[in-house]
């Protein structure tokens, strides 16, 4: 029945967002800022969804290009993980996206990258131009590093387009972790706290192109601590 509920106020008041979204970036269509503005407007929804949440991110983060790297765990990352998202950050998602009624279209004018995984020549030439934009029009790149949803068993293995980008862009690695989503219902009321947090910078010079993977293994095990300590922290919060 709640869940029921919430589908019938949510989905009318996602699809005015989007709509209102879309109008909004059609001012002015594919700014740096979009996804940083449409990305507030998502985790501001979070409490419709029963979630308290909590986001750390450093006060007065001066501007530089980096390269954002978060968890992918389902389909409540849209209104909790986004709640982290900085100015001037864009992200890198499937091609597909654009044909997603409502939110495709947003996505797409929000000025978010758009590739085509299932063509490997394409996706190496869309790290070169990633990387080339970042640098050109100061951008800042959000990737989810795992490729597909965790579904809460912990990180998967990471691919290596994100630290071959950071690399070539020569820009820091910022690791963005949220903790544990896997157990959030749409039919439970209240799905208590959810914590994102902004950990420190990983300097990339360096690391050399050869040695990427060394580079995502240990973003891997630095994002997998603080996994575990945010997952702790949530449960004496929900349990309090």
């Not at 020549?121 to 100061?138: F, W």
């Amino acid at each position: 029945m709640i869940a029921l509920l919430r589908i019938l106020i949510l989905v009318p008041i996602i699809i005015l967002l989007c709509i209102i979204g879309c109008l909004f970036c059609l001012i002015r269509p594919f700014h740096q800022n979009n996804t940083f503005v449409i990305a507030g407007w998502l985790s501001s929804l979070a409490p419709l969804f029963g979630i308290t949440l909590i986001v750390r991110t450093p006060k007065n983060l001066a501007y530089e290009s980096r390269v954002f790297i978060g968890n992918h765990q389902n389909t409540f990352d849209v209104v909790t993980i986004s709640g982290a998202v900085q100015q001037g950050t864009v992200s890198v998602g499937k091609k597909s996206l654009k044909w997603v009624p409502f939110f495709g279209q947003l996505y797409w004018l929000s000025g978010n990258i758009m590739i085509d995984r299932k063509n490997k020549t394409k996706a190496v030439g869309t790290i070169k131009q990633t990387a080339d934009r970042m640098i050109e029009d100061k951008l800042s790149i959000w990737m989810f590093p795992e490729g597909t949803r965790n579904k809460g068993d912990g990180l998967l293995p990471f691919k290596t387009g994100a630290f071959h980008t950071a690399i070539q862009a020569q820009a820091p690695i910022v690791p963005v972790v949220l903790s544990d989503t896997s157990y959030f219902k749409l039919n439970r009321w209240n799905n208590g706290h959810a914590i994102v947090e902004m950990m420190e910078p990983i300097n990339v010079r360096d690391y050399k192109k050869s040695e990427v993977r060394e580079l995502a293994s240990y973003c891997h095990e630095q994002m997998t601590a603080k996994l575990n300590q945010l997952n702790s922290e949530v449960a004496q919060l929900n349990n309090t």
